[in-house]
């Protein structure tokens, strides 16, 4: 599991091969080309590629996405057809007064009508021993009793062991785009003080390196 370190990014962002714009992206949005007598030096803030989203940029609008490294939840819910899990970095905190969160979910996900239509839910910040757990509720919604876990009054399974908890009863939902954002106002909240965080950084998981 690779560490996420600082200088992992900040040798990225000074990085070499310069790729330039999408469709549609205006020539004055192309990037500086370091002439060949500059050698392997780059201007410092030079990205290695520019485009405008579009019907083909599906992959690298994905990779600059990923540029965000992110925690990593599982949300549960209870369904019709029982409990379920959810893997999910798009979570945030949005609110103190009152408590909210949001998380998007994919329209296309075989989950999605259960997370949306949910009531109550609950998202569980993971450890950095806990990237097995992702995985599994990344590909399946079901399978909990390879997990310790307890059921609440509404149903919704609380998994033991992570970072912190928060259970939430179903706020609102928006669309946007290929996604329903999803937010959670936040009725009980379950920390522990000590523990390292899961992290996912361009497609991998690892853990967080404080400098
Ligand atoms: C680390 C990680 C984070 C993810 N985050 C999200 C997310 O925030 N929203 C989302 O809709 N899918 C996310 N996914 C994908 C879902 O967990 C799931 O794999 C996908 O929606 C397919 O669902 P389905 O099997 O129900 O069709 C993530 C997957 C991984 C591995």
Known sequence: MPALTGQRVHAAQCSGAVAVSGPGAPASDRIWTPPAEHGTRRRMNAYDLIFAPGPDTDVPLRHAFGRFGTGVTVITTQSEIGPLGFTANSFSSVSLAPPLVLWSLSNTSRRHDAFAQAKHFSIHVLTD???????????????????????????????????????????????????????????????????????????????????
Request: proline share 5%; hydrophobic share 40%; net charge negative.
């Open 129 to 211: 021993a806990q990237a097995d757990m992702a995985l599994h509720f990344a590909a399946n919604g079901e399978g909990f009793d390879t997990y310790p876990h307890d059921i609440d009054a509404q149903g919704v399974p609380l998994l033991h062991g992570c970072l912190a908890r928060f259970d939430c009863t179903h706020h609102a939902s928006h669309p946007a785009g290929d996604h329903s954002i999803i937010l959670g106002r936040v009725t009980q909240v379950a920390t522990k003080a000590t523990g390292a965080g899961l992290a996912f950084d361009q497609g991998q998981y690892g853990r967080f390196q404080p400098f």
